[in-house]
C-alpha cells in the first residue's frame, strides 16, 4: 500500500482516505525531510522511544501544573540520558532534534536552553582558556546554564540594557548591578529555577566609560545545595500562555562581584588596570541570528502540520449533515469550507519547510564564503531570514487557529492539543526578533536596493532582490505558474518602489529621516511582506520543480496550484496592473477545483509529516488492574478511533477523581440547603 | 479634567495621555453603554465591590489550577448571594450583568449556566403546573441545573441526537438511554460537577415511533448526598483552552427512568396512554437563539475592549527605540505600525457594541410584532444575528490577538491576562452555531432574497437586503462617508448576485441542490461576511450621526473615518468596478493620516469603556506583614505603573514559594552531580 499508516483495526473511515492516495507516505517523508535517512531514522526512532515506557508521558500534559510540569521534563531529562546511545547518533544533530521533540514535547523544559543558546554563547564568546575552564562542564552537564540578555523594560533596543558591569581594578572584579527594576533580567529560558550559571550581557564600564553591553560568565545559584549566591535575586516570571514546562526567570544584581576573568573575551578585554582592549573588527555578526531564523521557518512549519495532522484526520472520521447520500451523514472534509480551511495550509506547512530548509543551506553557504573573506551575501540572508521568520509566523498561528476551529467543539478542548501548540507556535511573532521590527528591518534592506536602483548600481543587487530592478511586462495568467510568479513580483515591486517614493517625498517636504521611516512605516511592512511572500512562493515551486518522482511530483504540483491561486487572490490589490476583477473570478474559480483535485490525497499528505501519536501528545498512559502501559491519543491518533478515547481522557481527568468536588460540599450544597428553609 | 481616569500619583506618561483628550469619558461611556444611568451604576456598582474584600481574588486566577478555579468561583457564589441586595437592583438585568463580570471574571463558575440556560428553558419549555414544580426551586436555588442537548458525536445538525427516551406506558416512564459512546452528552456547561438537575434533549418515542428530540426534566445528582444517581454517568470533560473555572460535562443514561410528567410539555404532551399530541404549529421559534447572537455582539465587542484597554495603557508607559528626540526612548503608540494594529481595533470595539445594543433593540421590538401576531422580521434577524455572531467573533479573536502582540513580551506572560481573555472570546467562533454553518444561514437568505428580485417581487424584501435589488450607481469616494457605503453595498451585492448566480448555473448543470450548494460554499460565506460587514457600517455611522453632543461625535467620527478606510481598503478586491489602484493607494494615505488625528484621544477612547482593574483580572490581593489587601495589577492597570507590579505579582507566582524546587534536587541536582565523578 502506498500509505504506510494503514494498520489493521484501524477506524476505516481513515483506512478509505488512505487507500485513495496516490503516492508513497515513505517517498513524501523523505522529501520533506530532505532525505530518505533522515526520515527512515526519523521512524525508527520514534519506534525505538515507543519501547521505553518510562520516556512516556506520565499523564496527558493539560492534566498536569506547572510544578508537574517541570517535574515532568526534568524527570524525562533523566531518562533520556541514561537511553541516548542507544536511541540516536548524538553526533547527529536532526537525530537529537528528533528526540527531544519526540519525548520532551513542546511545553519547554529545564535545559531547554542550555543547549542551544548557553553552550553556543560560550562557544562563540568565551577565549581559549575560558572554554578549558566552562565548556567541558557545561557539555558534560555538570552545569545548567542559561543566556540572559532581555530586561524587563528592554527587548529590542539593545543600547538601552541598563544592567551595568563595573570594573573596580582594586580587586580586579567587576561589579555587576541592576540600578532599577526595569533592570531585571526577565524573559531568559531555564533561568528562573533551573540554571546555577548563565551568560549574562551587560554594560561594560571601566575607567568611568560605557562600552556597551557584553556578555559575563556568572554563577547564580550555589553548586551544592542550589541556593541563590547572595546578592543575587533569581526567580520565575509566572505562568505564560504556553511553554509552562519551562522556567522563564527573572535576576537582579545587587553589586554582585565576578572576577575579572569572568568577561567572556574572545573579542573584547579588559587588562588587570582597567584598560578596555577593543575587539579586532566590530562589525556586527549577524550569523547567530540567521541560523535560528533559518531554523525558525523549519521548526514553525513542523508546528503547523502537527495541527493539521490533527485537524485533517478529524475531518475524515467526524461526520455531520448531508450531501448526496441521506442515509449517513457525511465526513466533515467533505465541506469545501472545511477544505478552504485547510488544504492552503497544508500547501503552506510544505512551502514553509521547504524554505527553511533552503535558508539553512544558504547559511550553512554562507559560512563557507565568511570564511573564505566573502561576507557579501551576509545582509541579503539577515535580510531574508528577517522577514521570513515574520512572515511564517504569522500564517503558522493563523493556519493552527483555523485548523483548531475545524475541529468544531472538541478542538477547544486540550484533547486535541491545538491551543497548546498554537500557544508555543504564536511566541514565534514576538521571541527572536518582533514581527513589526522584523518587517521593517527587511525593508530597510529593500529601500536601500530600490535606491541602488535609482542611482544606476543594480548591477550592485544581490540576487533576491533582482527583481526589483525588471521592468515590468504584460503577464497572462492562463500560462502557468510563472505567470503568477511574474504578478507577484510586480506586486512586490511596485510596493517596495512606491514605499521607497513615499520615503524619499517626506524627506523632501522636511521630515527627518526616522519621522519620514515612521510614516511609511505600514507601507513599508506591506512590501516586506510580499517581498518575502513571493520568496516563498518561488522556493516551494523551484523544489517541487526539482522532484524527479512522478506521483510525488504530481500531488506536490497540485498542492502547488493551491497555494498561488490562494496566495495571488490574497494580494489581488497589490497587482490591479494585472488582474482584473474578472480574472480574480476566474481565480477564485481555479482554487476551487485545486481543492476539489486534493481532496483525495489529503490525509495522505498530512500523514507524510509522519509526525507520532507520541509527538501530537495528548498522550497518556492508562492505569487499569491488569496494564499499565496503554497509550490513549486523542483527535489526532493515527487509527482514527477518536470517540472512545476522547471519553477515556475526559474520565481520566482531575476533577472527576471524587464524584463530589469538595467545593460543592463547602460552598453550593450549603447555599442549596439554605434556601430551602 | 475631561477624562475621568486622571487620579495623583499615576504614571505621568498616562497622565499626559488623559490630559491630551478631547471629551469627557464619562459622557462617552454614557453613550457607549446607550445611557447615563447605566453608566453611573457601573462606576458605583464597581466602586461599591471594591470596598468588600471577600469579593476580590484571592490569588491572580492565572495562579490557580482548575480546583481552585472551581473553588473560587464557588466561594464568590456564596459572597455575591450575601451582599447582592446592597450591590444591585436585582431586577436590572444589565446591573446583575455588570456585578458577576466583576466579580467572577470570565473563566465560568458553577452556576454559569443556571440563569441564562437552565431557567429559560424552564421558562419556555414547561408547562404552568410544571412552573408551580421547578422555577421556584430553580431561582431560590435549592437546586442547580443545566442544559444538556450537544452530543460528543452531534454538534449543529440535532437531527442526529442518538439519546433516546422512550416511553413506557405500563409504568408511565420515559427510559432515557444513550445507546452508543457518540451519544454521550458532552460540553454542557456546569453539568460535569455542580448541577443535580438538568434539562436533557432526547429523542421521544412512543408507541414505536421517533418524534425527534423534545426537553425533558432530569434529576442527576441526589439532593442530600450531591452523589450521581444509579444508571446515570456524569462528569467533567476535562481542561479546555478557557473557561477552566467551568465544569462543561458529558453524561450517559443507562436505561434511566423519568416519571412522564418530566416531559417539559407546554408544546408536546404524551398521554398516559403513550399517544403524542403535538404542538398546536410546529414553527420552528428562532428567538431565543435570536436573543442570544444579539447579546453575544455586545459581549464581544466588551472582550475587545478589554484587551485593548491593556494594550494601549501599556503602549503609552513601554518605551521602545527613538523618533525625534534622542535623549529619551518614545512611547511604543507613537509608531505607525502600532497605531495600525490597534485603532482599527477601537473602531471595531465600539462598531460592534453600537451593533450588538441596535440588534437587541431590534430583538425587543420583534418580541412586540410577534406577540401581535407579526413574525415577518423573524427570519430578517435570524439571518442577521447569524452573520453578526460569526463576523465579530472572528474579528474580535483577531484583534485581541494583536492587542496581545501589541505588548511584545509581556503580552505573553499571563500577567498580560490577554491570552486569558482570547480564549474565552474565541470559543465564541465555534459555540451558539459554529461560524461557517451561521454564515450559510445567512447565505440561504441572501439567495432566496436575490432569487425573489430575479422574480420580480424585489417589494417583499426585507429592509435589510433592499440594496440587493438596488442599480450599480457611479460612486465619487472623495464625497465622503455615504460614497463608503456604495462601494461596500456594490461589493456586497456583487457578490451576493455572483454566488447566487454560481449556484443557480450549478443546478442548472445537474447537480442536486445539496452538491451545488457546497460548490458554491466559499463564495456564499464572501457573501454573508460582506453583508454584514456593510451592516455594522451602517449601524456605526447611523448611531455616531445621531450624537449631538460636539466633542463626542467629533471624536467617534474620527474613529468612523478609520473604520471605513480600513474595512474598504479591506475588501478592494470585492468592489474594483468603484475602486481604481490609485483610489486604494489614496484610501491607504487616508487611513494613515486617519491614525494620526486619532491619536491623541486613544487613550481616553479606551478608558471610556471603563473597565475597572478587577474586571482587566490580574488582580490579587497582596500579603505582607502589615496588610493584606492591596491589589496588584499588572499591564493594564488604570495607574499605569506597569513594572513594579510586574516583579510582586511573579514573585508572588507559585514556583517561587520555595528557592530550590524538589523537582531540581530530585532529578537535575544528580544528573550533575553524577556528571562531576
Known amino acids: 500500500m502506498l500509505n504506510k499508516s494503514i494498520m489493521d483495526g484501524d477506524n476505516p473511515d481513515l483506512t478509505e482516505e488512505r487507500m485513495k492516495g496516490t503516492f508513497d507516505t515513505d517517498e513524501m517523508a523523505a522529501v520533506i525531510y530532505g532525505s530518505e535517512k533522515l526520515a527512515r531514522r526519523r ?4 519506534e525505538a522511544i515507543s519501547r521505553i515506557p518510562e520516556l512516556a508521558d506520565i ?25 541516548v546511545k542507544e536511541l540516536i547518533d548524538e553526533d547527529n544533530y536532526e537525530e537529537g532534534l528528533h528526540l527531544y521533540h519526540e519525548v520532551m514535547g ?3 523544559h529545564p535545559l531547554a536552553l542550555h543547549e542551544v543558546m548557553f553552550i553556543p554563547a560560550l562557544v562563540a564568546q568565551a577565549s581559549d582558556e575560558q572554554h578549558k575552564k566552562w565548556l567541558g562542564r557545561a557539555k558534560r552537564r555538570e552545569i545548567i546554564g542559561c543566556y540572559a540578555q532581555t530586561e524587563m523594560g528592554h527587548g529590542s533596543n ?20 541592576t540600578p532599577t527594576e526595569t533592570a531585571l533580567k526577565w524573559w531568559p529560558g531555564a533561568l528562573g529555577k533551573s540554571s546555577n550559571w548563565a551568560v549574562v550581557v551587560a554594560n561594560l564600564i571601566t575607567n568611568g566609560k560605557n562600552y556597551g553591553p557584553h556578555p559575563f560568565m556568572v554563577q547564580l545559584r550555589d553548586e551544592s545545595t542550589h541556593i541563590p549566591l547572595p546578592e543575587i535575586t533569581v526567580g520565575d516570571i509566572g505562568p505564560k500562555m504556553a511553554f509552562n514546562g519551562g522556567d522563564n526567570g527573572f535576576l537582579g544584581f545587587n553589586q554582585f562581584r565576578i572576577p575579572r576573568g569572568y568577561l567572556l573575551d574572545r573579542h573584547a578585554k579588559v587588562e588587570a588596570d ?11 555578526n549577524h550569523s547567530a541570528m540567521i541560523r535560528v531564523r533559518s531554523h525558525m521557518a523549519t521548526g514553525q512549519g513542523a508546528l503547523l502540520a502537527h495541527a493539521l495532522v490533527i485537524a485533517v484526520r478529524y475531518s475524515a472520521v467526524r461526520r455531520q449533515g448531508f450531501l448526496e447520500d441521506k442515509s449517513r451523514e457525511v465526513k466533515v472534509l467533505d465541506y469545501q469550507t472545511q477544505q478552504h480551511r485547510l488544504f492552503p495550509s497544508i500547501a503552506r506547512a510544505y512551502a514553509f519547510i521547504f524554505c527553511g530548509f533552503e535558508t539553512i543551506q544558504l547559511y550553512d553557504q554562507l559560512l563557507i ?36 476551529m475545524a475541529c468544531g467543539g472538541h478542538g477547544y478542548s486540550m484533547a486535541s492539543y491545538i491551543s497548546e501548540i498554537y500557544g508555543v507556535a504564536i511566541g514565534g511573532c514576538t ?16 529601500v536601500k536596493s530600490v535606491e541602488q536602483i535609482k542611482t544606476g548600481k543594480s548591477m550592485e543587487l544581490g540576487p533576491m532582490v533582482a527583481y526589483l530592478a525588471e521592468p515590468d511586462t504584460k503577464v497572462d495568467l492562463t500560462t502557468g505558474l510563472a505567470a503568477y510568479v511574474k504578478v507577484f513580483q510586480h506586486a512586490a515591486r511596485r510596493q517596495a518602489w512606491k514605499a521607497t517614493d513615499k520615503f524619499h517625498k517626506l524627506m523632501e517636504s522636511g521630515q527627518s529621516r526616522d519621522i519620514a521611516w515612521n510614516n511609511c512605516a505600514v507601507e513599508l511592512t506591506r512590501a516586506s511582506r510580499l517581498h518575502t511572500r513571493l520568496y516563498i512562493m518561488e522556493t516551494f515551486i523551484r523544489r517541487v520543480s526539482s522532484i524527479s518522482d512522478i506521483a510525488i511530483k504530481k500531488v506536490l504540483i497540485d498542492l502547488v496550484n493551491v497555494h498561488v491561486n490562494y496566495e495571488v487572490l490574497d494580494i489581488g490589490t497589490y497587482a490591479l496592473e494585472h488582474v482584473s476583477s474578472t480574472q480574480l473570478d476566474s481565480i477564485r474559480s481555479q482554487l476551487y477545483s485545486s481543492l476539489d483535485t486534493l481532496r483525495p490525497n489529503a490525509v495522505s499528505l498530512i500523514d507524510s509529516f509522519q509526525i507520532s501519536d507520541m509527538q501530537l501528545r495528548s498522550v497518556s498512559t492508562r492505569h487499569t488492574d491488569t496494564q499499565t502501559d496503554t497509550l490513549i491519543q486523542v483527535l489526532g491518533r493515527r487509527d482514527g478511533h477518536v470517540y472512545p478515547n476522547l471519553f477515556e481522557w475526559a474520565k481520566a481527568s482531575p476533577l472527576n477523581q471524587t464524584h463530589v468536588l469538595p467545593s460543592v460540599n463547602q460552598y453550593l450544597k450549603s447555599m442549596m440547603d439554605k434556601a430551602k428553609l
Not at 43 to 46: F, L, Q, T, W
Not at 431 to 446: F, I, P, T
Request: hydrophobic content about 35%.
Open 43 to 46: 521512524r525508527e526512532i520514534s
Open 59 to 83: 499523564k496527558p500534559l493539560p492534566f498536569l501544573d506547572r510544578f508537574e510540569k517541570v517535574t515532568e521534563g526534568s524527570r524525562k531529562l533523566a531518562v533520556i540520558k541514561e537511553h
Open 106 to 108: 513542546m511545553e519547554g
Open 158 to 177: 539593545l543600547r538601552k540594557l541598563e544592567t551595568t558591569a563595573t570594573y573596580t581594578p582594586a580587586t580586579q572584579e567587576f561589579i555587576l548591578h
Open 274 to 284: 582597567g584598560s578596555y582592549v577593543k575587539p579586532p573588527h566590530a562589525k556586527i
Open 369 to 404: 564564503d565568511v570564511k573564505n573573506g566573502d561576507t557579501s551575501g551576509m545582509s541579503d540572508l539577515h535580510a531574508l531570514t528577517s522577514g521570513l521568520k515574520s512572515v511564517v509566523t504569522h500564517y503558522v498561528g493563523q493556519g493552527i487557529e483555523q485548523a483548531r
Open 431 to 446: 521571541y527572536e526578533g518582533e514581527n513589526m521590527v522584523m518587517l521593517l528591518q527587511l525593508a530597510r534592506y529593500l
